[in-house]
């Protein structure tokens, strides 16, 4: 594969990870509230839920979902509602008493660490966008003629960089800068991520593939 046929796909990949949206702001969300370990579970869940379509992408079986009217809308509710269900989560914070960031995260009781995981990897699982996005990087890199080692190029490579955005998101929202900003205007972030979520499960309910 050429190296300028994948530098394509990777750029493509990254400004497409890069740009805001519900995975981003949850990660932000939870770096600034939660801490640095919390945010890089939630990516990790992230990560985890691109992993799983990329290689479904790989291997032919997303083209095959995405051609399917009745798996795509089956994908399309369940993450639809599960963005609702996070809205309504991030909103009832957000209404809710300062109790967070006043008190050591440590005597706040721990951290369920399986359920930001899951958080992450469904709100990828749960984006139907995400199969016809990686169906598109991956018809993108290869073409009929392309050397066989161009898939594992194309998932590596952009997993990768998929850690590193994501990644660096919660390392970035983690810092005691923006760990005071969160305390500062904690309603304020909690209602945007509410909006953000609702948003995006609205969009996902009512978007017609």
Known sequence: MAASQIAIVYATYLIATASPGPSNMAIMGTAMRDGRRPALVLAAGVVSGSLFWAVLAATGVSALLAAYAEALWFVKMAGGAYLLY?????????????????????DRGPLRYGLLYRQGLLMHIGNPKAILSWTAIISLGIQADAAAGGLPAIVGGCVGLGVLVFGGYAIAFSTAAMVALYARWRRWIEGTLSAVFALAGLKLLFWRS
């Not at 996070?86 to 440590?106: E, K, W, Y």
């Open 86 to 106: 996070l809205a309504c989560r991030a909103g009832r914070s957000a209404m809710g008493p300062a109790t967070g960031m006043a008190v050591p995260r440590a």
